[in-house]
């Protein structure tokens, strides 16, 4: 696995490519679009040992994080849907890069499935899959921002109830979005998107429980279940 | 600002984040993993604090213990204590082999505060710890301040409740269980504080009003009134408003503050610094890289 900071539009985005070891590279490199704000703490563990585990199937695999997130340059709350669409086309040059590939698989989770729709529009030559993909941006603005005031009164975290005065504008559940990001996000409509691979799980990841923010996602059986999908696609 | 990203320790597996300039006259400053969070810390909380200290000066590392976040490698159930504190060494094995860096400052939260702790007290380098919801012990009036205010609020059993279940669901998880350990006695830890504080390793110790095991803020210094110097040399603050991970950014802004302030006074610049030993120091970035990016020190 290779870990390094990528150049775009003057930021740096913090990319680990993880390379096949050893074994004949598929004719696919996959981009993993991530969630945003604490959907992607939760999901960066899973992440990963997806990536590893496509990895050793013989695919090029590439994870980031946007402008303004996790490792990566500038401060969350400046940035545009646009500027990480940007983030994950630069990351796609640098796997059609490592492994003289032409085609690319944007496989996004969650706010990422937006990032990996709107990617995949603006690359011919291409195709979607989501992960737990927001069903409509709208739906899930509302449902983050009850998430955010049901996090403020869990007196199980906080000793004393903290208020939304409390927040920074646009801070949810301990990360700030960008005013313009959000209203980017708000017109996403899961299902009228063509084409697009569904990651099938089982599991509940309890988006929507505020006792499990902290809760860091473990499901070894999407694992198996993306090596299944992309060795049909192959 | 320029970081740098980082693979080193035996076979490359550990992943981390240089970022600042180096100035000989300080210690670098090492965030350790929080629980199973990434480097970055809970709510960014390590890339913010690792940007806003780089600022004043400071050099930091933030990076991912064994098997976690974007390092290899594995925690097993039995060696999880022993596991934290030989990567913490093997990072500062590294910036001392790369960059000649022998003074270092320990930051974590949670185990990334224990296993700060334990390094500290094996490894001569670690000159402060910063420690946020690390090791304390509760005395006689930990339940006065801790217990009575939630005896009555029906919310507050609800919300306990509630959690009790969310915990056996993440504990049936086996990559998850094996970051439950002992906690040490009064005893063990008052002879591991004695120590430190024989050695002059200076600290600062945050407890949040999500800490289990504390409630007021003159608790540590009640509890440890025996271990000498632990008034010079150990800063205590109970931020009773934020949470275990500081979920808020204003709760973070305030922290930062905190922990910027008593670095400044902890360790303050060393006059016998030449500006020759600055510039060279400043090169740090300037190495030659085999990989876009792509740092290895070994």
Redesign the interface.
Known sequence: MKSFHADVDGEQLYCNLHLPAGRLVQGEGIVLCPPLGHEYYRAYRALARLADHLASRGHVVARFDYRGQGESSGNAGGYTLQDHVRDAATIAAEVRRAGSLERIAWLGMRYGAVVAARAAREDADSRVIFWEPLASGADWLRSLDALNRRVLGDLDRFADERSIGDCAHTELVGYIYGSTLLDDVRGFDAAAVDDAGLLETRKDYGWEDERRIGEIIVDPAVNRAAEALFREAA | ???????FGKEERL?G?LAGPRHPGRPAILFLSA??????G???MH?EFARGLAEQGWLSLRFDVSG???S?GSISREGAERTLVNDVREAMDAMQRRFGIERFILFGLCSGAEAAHRTALEDGRVEGVIALDGFIARNWLFPLFHYL?RLF?L??WR??L??RS?ER??AD?E??AFWDYDWPSRATLEREFTALCKRGVRQLLVFS??CVNCSYERQFHHVFRRVPGVRRLIRVRYL??A???Y????DRTELLAETSRWLEAAFPLRDEVTPEALVAASSIFGMPQG????EEIR
């Not at chain 2, 990989?291 to 792509?294: D, K, L, M, S």
């Open positions: 600002m320029k970081e740098q990203a980082l693979r992943c984040i629980g199973l969070l990434p480097k970055s809970p709510h960014r890339t976690n976040g974007d290899r205010p609020s919310r507050k919300s306990w509630a959690k969310a669901r993440q998880d990559e998850i009003g999500g009773r408003h949470d275990h991970t979920l808020l950014s204003r990989a876009p990016g792509h």
